[in-house]
């Protein structure tokens, strides 16, 4: 059984309307009692300058964003393959934008 890990960035997919495309796993691992759920942050391509898309610039992405916008949940069964995995400071400024998104203060270390 796959555990995806917070930080990894995985091909997955997101059905018909938003195909498949990277996407940066930032939830927790869920457990055997948990559902087999991971939450998203989508990787794009098409910016739009939204104060909501981060870029983070890493080897194994073409340039583009995750944008806090369109985060999503969906069964660990859409996860194809785990391409790489952020540094923790690189998931510290995605959650900065998802936090934004969702009006809430990200708790300081």
Known sequence: MMVPERGEVWIVDLG???????????SVPAGEEDRSLVTL??????LRGSRFE??????????G??????????????LLRCVGKLRPEQITQVEEVV???????????
Do not use: D, E, M, Y
């Open 65 to 78: 964003a995750f944008n806090a916008q369109s985060i999503v949940t969906v069964p660990t069964a859409k």
């Open 99 to 109: 936090c934004g998104w969702l009006g809430l203060r990200k708790a300081r270390g």
């Open 16 to 26: 018909l309307a938003a195909k498949i495309r990277p996407c940066l796993i930032f």
């Open 41 to 46: 942050i989508p990787h794009t391509t098409s």
């Open 54 to 63: 981060r870029k983070v610039a890493v080897p194994f992405l073409r340039p």
